[in-house]
């Protein structure tokens, strides 16, 4: 459980880098311990000649002691362009190789070091150097690899314990600073989303940004702002719950009251008084428009709308259907509504959902051109692509006024005509929404208003769906 953690992951990392950075540092020391450690032997060795140049004859035992002492086999000087065996002792074995250590690069010290390591078997080597302060040209030495195989085992293993408490020692270390400075402000910022999640519309649990790092405090100030936002949006959600909740049974209760006047304003149509007569239209219409609002935001305040059930059907019948309802009214208001959907033209959708969009938007172009009582037309056309069929409603009415633009698709607000509810587009956007295609208003200026209805013609994927 730790390992998964943040603070554990990090922990492990750490060690891991800095073990390879001693394995990067370790390669070269072994290397520059071999070089210094045959390059002592070659200093003790060249002391020990001294002693024998300094008196020709010398005691066998004696010299042998100062061979012991350098350890090694043989001691040869090159003075005065002559090369001289100054100390001999039998050799053990023939020389297996030469080491030349005058002018080796550091890729062959570092190979010559690593070969050294992974051989175990014993070796007589020459070793070939510079004498020290100028003590003659050369100075060659034979020697056995037994004692400095041990020797560069026993400093790579000091090397590897250094590293591991060097490694250990830093990883702690930056464990307690990932753990102070992100660790622990991360939990801090868990733990506050986590109680807000618990009681969202309280805003004593909003986050308060105290974060002293930067990533941190914009992390923590973008979290307070969406909390504050999803609060306040919580909040007016509630709210108009409950108006709508209200609104419904309002509206419930007054549709049956208008229902009774409107019967009654049916038994005063057969009355004979001009005045009568000429009131009861205006009467009817209005009590017609108040039930149709009632039953409109019955129906909204439901959101029971069915998903569609698509099915392939050519589009100029059912245009054919709405101009043909729509033209009834439209006629005596001077408005002409026509169809420009070509006849094969096919596509996959809801035929009755497609119904009630289409209609909604003729009909508010046709009003709106009856407002102007100057007449106009309303045209409904169809095209496609390779993504999408793409249906056009067009007028040439005023345009929408300003106030309807703001809000176009929100019910109670988006309403284009004078006393409208805004329901008309706000369900109709919903129903294209449901056949995973989307409404817009292309345009809207003194010329006319222009709406377009995308419905894709591929099929969502399961894992586009999943995603």
């Not at 974060?211 to 979290?223: D, M, Q």
């Amino acid at each position: 459980m730790f390992l998964r953690s943040l603070s554990g992951r990090f922990l492990m990392l750490t060690v891991l880098f800095v073990m390879l950075a001693e394995v990067m540092i370790f390669v070269p020391s072994v290397a520059r311990f071999r070089e210094d450690y045959l390059l002592l032997k070659l200093e003790k060795a060249q002391i020990a000649s001294l002693a024998l140049l300094a008196n020709d004859m010398i005691d066998p035992d004696l010299e042998a002691e100062l061979l012991s002492n350098a350890g090694v086999f043989n001691v040869v000087l090159r003075r005065d362009e002559v090369r001289q065996l100054i100390l001999s002792s039998p050799m053990p074995a023939p020389i297996d190789r030469t080491v030349d250590l005058r002018d080796a690069g550091a890729w062959v010290l570092i190979r010559d070091a690593m070969m050294r390591l992974v051989n175990p078997e014993p070796e007589v080597i020459r070793v070939i150097g510079q004498p020290v302060r100028e003590a003659g040209l050369l100075i060659e030495i034979t020697t056995e690899t037994d004692s400095l195989r041990a020797a560069m085992l026993d400093y790579g293993v000091r090397i590897l314990i250094l590293s591991a408490v060097i490694s250990a020692f830093t990883a702690v270390l930056l464990f307690l600073a990932v753990r102070g400075f992100l660790v622990t402000p991360i939990k801090r910022v868990v733990r506050a989303m986590q109680s807000y999640a618990v009681a969202p519309e309280d805003a004593r649990r909003i986050i308060q940004p105290s974060a002293g790092i930067t990533e941190l405090r914009e992390a923590e100030e973008a979290l307070q702002s969406m909390q504050t936002e999803l609060t306040g949006a919580l909040r007016q959600k509630e709210r108009l719950a409950q108006l709508g909740g209200a609104v419904a049974k309002v509206s419930h209760d007054l549709r049956n009251i208008l229902t009774t006047a409107q019967l009654f304003t049916d038994r005063m149509e057969i009355s004979s008084d001009p005045a009568v007569q000429r009131a009861v239209p205006k009467l009817m219409n209005s009590i017609s428009r108040a039930v149709n609002l009632c039953e409109s935001t019955l129906a909204f305040g439901k959101a029971e709308e069915p998903a569609p059930m698509l099915s392939r059907f050519a589009l100029a019948g059912l245009v054919d259907d709405i101009v043909a309802s729509e033209s009834l009214a439209g006629g005596e208001e001077g408005v002409v509504i026509r169809s420009a959907v070509p006849r094969e033209f096919t596509l996959r959708a809801d035929p009755e959902q497609l119904y009630r969009v289409l209609t909604n938007l003729t009909r508010n172009a046709r009003q709106a051109i009856a407002a102007t009582g100057k007449g106009g037309t309303v045209t409904l056309s169809a095209e496609e692509d390779d993504e999408a069929w793409i249906i056009h409603v067009t007028d040439t009415g005023p345009g929408l006024p300003p106030k309807a633009l703001e809000h176009l698709f929100k019910p109670f607000q988006g309403g284009t005509r004078k006393g409208g509810t805004g329901l008309g587009l706000a369900i109709a956007a919903e129903l294209v929404r449901g056949h995973g295609g989307r409404l817009e208003l292309l345009r809207s200026d003194d010329s006319g208003s222009a709406f377009a209805i995308w419905l894709p013609k591929g099929e969502i994927s399961l894992d586009d769906a999943a995603g």
